[in-house]
């Protein structure tokens, strides 16, 4: 028995994601799937999916695994650690999960996997809990202060 399941809310509108036409299928306890059939402009010049494309699905995929046990926060990536094995043709299924988490941080880790199941890249991530703006100007959230410390 085949089920379909139709694309779930990032809960916020990200334009990039949005751009790229990712689709949210999988948020909840610690995990995460995203699919994405990739369109020509997305592609390098060897016509497979371009790095930056694969990363920013990693990246995401471990950002919703992160958000899935606290959907009031936001997150922001801290660090990330991309292993590309081989060339990703779409469709592609990205799955992600939660791995530990504190009060403030998430670890995390994601795969991306081509049509016929096979792994294409796999990232390790960190991510800073952070309160999401609600209201008013974009200028008093924390991230778009300049530290100097």
Do not use: W
Not at 16 to 42: A, C, T, W
Not at 52 to 69: E, N, Q
């Amino acid at each position: 028995m085949n089920i379909e399941r139709s694309a779930l809310s990032f809960g916020v509108d990200i334009p990039f994601v949005r751009l790229l036409g990712f689709e949210l299928m999988l948020f909840e306890d610690g995990r995460s799937q995203i699919n994405y059939d990739p369109k020509p402009e997305h592609l390098n010049s060897f016509n497979v999916v371009h790095g930056g494309a694969g990363m920013t699905l990693l990246d995401v995929t471990m950002a919703v695994a992160a958000r899935s046990v606290a959907q009031e926060m936001g997150v922001v990536t801290i660090e990330m650690k991309t292993s590309f094995m081989q060339a990703a043709r779409g469709p592609l299924v990205a799955k992600g999960k939660l791995i530990h988490r504190t009060k403030s941080m998430a670890f995390t880790e994601a795969s991306i996997f081509d049509a016929e199941g096979k792994i294409c890249a796999h990232a390790t991530g960190t991510f800073k809990y952070v309160n999401r703006l609600l209201t008013g100007s974009k200028s008093s959230h924390p991230l778009n202060t300049i530290s100097t410390d």
